[in-house]
C-alpha cells in the first residue's frame, strides 16, 4: 500500500539537486559537527547471519535498480558464504 502510494506520487520527491531549485546547498545537506583534535573511533564490526545478508543484499539490489549511488570509502568485495 505505502509502496502504492509512493510510486504514485514519485513526482513530488526531489531525486537529484536539480530537481530542488532555488533551496540553498546549506539547507540540502547536512554535516557533522566534529570538533578539532578528536580522533576516530572504530566502530566494531557487525555481523549478520546468512538470513539477514540475503535481505541486505535484496535491500542493496533494490536501491542500486531505483538509481540511488551511494558513496563508500572503503569497498571491497567478499564472497558469501550462501552463493
Not at 509502496?3 to 530542488?20: G, I, R, T, Y
Not at 566494531?44 to 547471519?49: E, I, N, P, T, V
Not at 535491500?59 to 558464504?81: D, N, Y
Request: with cysteine.
Amino acid at each position: 500500500m505505502l509502496v502504492n502510494f509512493l510510486h504514485a506520487n514519485a513526482d513530488m520527491f526531489a531525486w537529484s539537486p536539480l530537481d530542488k531549485p532555488g533551496i540553498p546547498r546549506e539547507v540540502a545537506e547536512h554535516s557533522l559537527e566534529i570538533r578539532a583534535g578528536s580522533k576516530p573511533v572504530k566502530q566494531r564490526l557487525r555481523r549478520f547471519d546468512e538470513e539477514k545478508h540475503k535481505i541486505i543484499d535484496k535491500e542493496i539490489h533494490k536501491l542500486l535498480t531505483a538509481g540511488f549511488k551511494a558513496l563508500c570509502s572503503h569497498v571491497h568485495s567478499v564472497p558469501r558464504h550462501y552463493e
